[in-house]
């Protein structure tokens, strides 16, 4: 997952502008006309990081950045306002409504991308718990906190898919690493065992590629056959 930014801002240009090179730089970026707007928004998307107009119609900065801290859900929201009205009353005005910095119009996109990087460098993303560990020293399988212990051909069955994310595994080459050339198996038996790691570790690990084999993928949704 990575980080999310909202635009508000009822100039066109401005919005494609800014968001073109935030997302160069490898943000998910979103955007809204007016601060009203910009709340539903902010409640869908629920950003890390709001840039926000000062001057708009419908509801101004100010009132829009009180709005977006008393919601519950985004009180704790990053917010910086981006405005042509840079007079320290004003700017007085932002940081009293709850902004956490400000910058001038005209932007310098260099200037911007610098600060949203620092701003973005207070939050911390949470970890992907999804996420799977093993360990074929001790034998065991971590995923969310939980640690399973596997049979042993489910345990080189899933640390063989593991070994090489992405790569589709044939039948034929799963039957020679996890059982052998010397050992006769029937035509289902690597089918209960993946159905078996399914049934332990979620089924958005796996995936089936009909009549062929399988891969090993960190968050797809497994095709049954």
Not at 125 to 149: A, C, M, Q, S, W
């Amino acid at each position: 997952m990575g980080y999310r930014i909202l635009l508000i801002d009822d100039e066109d240009d401005i919005l494609e502008f800014v968001k073109y090179n935030l997302e160069r730089d490898g943000y998910e970026v979103f955007t809204a006309s007016n601060g009203a707007e910009g709340i539903q928004q902010a409640l869908k998307v629920k950003p890390h990081l709001i840039l926000l107009d000062m001057m708009m119609p419908v509801l101004d900065g100010i009132d829009t950045c009180r709005a977006l801290r008393n919601s519950p859900v985004l009180k704790n929201v990053m917010i910086v306002f981006l405005s042509a009205v840079g007079n320290e009353e004003t700017q007085l005005q932002g940081y009293d409504a709850g902004a956490d910095d400000y910058i001038n119009k005209p932007i310098k996109m260099n200037i911007l991308r610098s600060r949203v990087q620092a701003i973005l460098k207070r939050i911390s993303l949470p970890e992907n718990n999804d996420k799977l560990h093993i360990d074929t020293e001790h034998y065991e399988v971590r995923k969310g906190g939980e640690t399973f212990i596997l049979p042993r051909k489910e345990f080189q069955l899933l640390t063989l898919l593991y070994s090489n994310p992405g790569k589709l595994f044939t039948r034929e080459e799963i039957y020679q690493n996890v059982w052998g050339n010397k050992v006769i198996v029937g035509d289902r038996t690597i089918d209960v065992h993946i159905r078996k790691l399914r049934q332990k570790i979620g089924d958005n690990h796996i995936v089936t590629v009909k009549g062929v084999g399988y891969k090993y993928e960190e968050n797809q949704p497994a095709e049954e056959e």
